[in-house]
């Protein structure tokens, strides 16, 4: 399921190249498109493209919701497959991915598979990186977490809460759960989503050497039209905080990912120099009672010490000494400091 929410046809069409590449055939496969506010002469186009393929479902979706959430509410509505997965519009698969999960949901029977992904893209401009995580990070083909040996840190922290690196059992697990996107999330939605599915599943299955999907980093991704107005950061800071009472109700392992999303969240303020003292302390209150389990965080191959310190820091002095964050962004005011490119060249 593709929602197009950032059209550039150049990179459908790399897409679509991907899905026809796919070993167990395209026809296959059901490809639901969920056109999300898109111009005219782009659907045009994509209709063009796949106009000879009845396995292609388009739908449009005009609404004044911003982010992925609501196209790809309306593509699980419109999914009939035994399976689901979720395919950003200008990223791809490898030719495998498809045929390498169909085999492990036969041989090991879960509700999730998880994969690695690689990064593709800003080469001249930033990192191509591969990501550390506790998955890779082993010797072993595949290793599997159940009810009756439940890790949420493996998961969490090890395999990360992306959907498009995940394939998911539908009708008998999504559908039956009633699992949805909140469309009140901006950003981070796909992250409750992984939530509730971590808690109703009865196994996941993690194929650690096995790198799927391919990530294109480019300056029309998502995370780089993010807005760092004083309304966009309380949305957003609402919206992680949701995300963290939902996994600590659960029990989760959440630790790891609450520093994350703090520490975006620090960045994107230091990215507004305008903010005045009382609204950087407005936003700071949503995030205090979560500090504590920043501070349960040991160094690892995740976060070397050096970064691990440079974060730690950052968020205390931005979260909870807020007059240090006006005296931070008078600093990098005067010296046209760009912050998130720094911690980009760090991570």
Known sequence: MTPSHNPNIEFFKKTFKSLRNQTISFENIEWIIICHNCEYNYIKMIKNIVKDYENVQIFELNNKKRGPASPRNLGLS?????????????????????????KYFKLKNPDIISFNYKAIGLSKEGPNFKPVNFISDTDEEFFIIDKTNWQSEKFIFGSGLNIT????????????????????????????????????????????????????????????????NFPDLIHRANGFKKIFDRGLKYNFFMNQLIMDLIGFEAVMILNNKDLSYKQIRYI??????????ISKINSSKVYPKNILIFLKILIKLIIEQPISSIIILKIIKLFKIDVSKILGNKQ
Do not use: W
């Not at 419109?78 to 169909?102: H, M, Q, R």
């Not at 949805?180 to 950003?187: M, P, R, T, V």
């Not at 700071?284 to 389990?293: D, E, T, V």
């Open 165 to 228: 690196s995940k394939i998911y059992k539908n009708h008998d697990f999504i559908q039956k759960h009633n699992i949805k996107f909140d469309e009140s999330l901006l950003f981070a939605e796909d992250v409750l989503f992984n939530l509730d599915a971590i808690h109703a599943a009865s196994r996941i299955t993690f194929l650690t050497r096995f790198e799927g999907y391919l990530y294109r980093m480019h300056e029309g991704s998502m995370i780089h039209t993010l807005q760092v």
């Open 284 to 293: 700071s209150k949503i995030f205090k009672p979560y500090m504590k389990y």
């Open 78 to 102: 419109k999914a009939n497959g035994k399976f689901i997965s979720f395919l950003d519009d200008d990223d791809e698969l490898v030719p495998k991915t498809f045929e390498t999960c169909e």
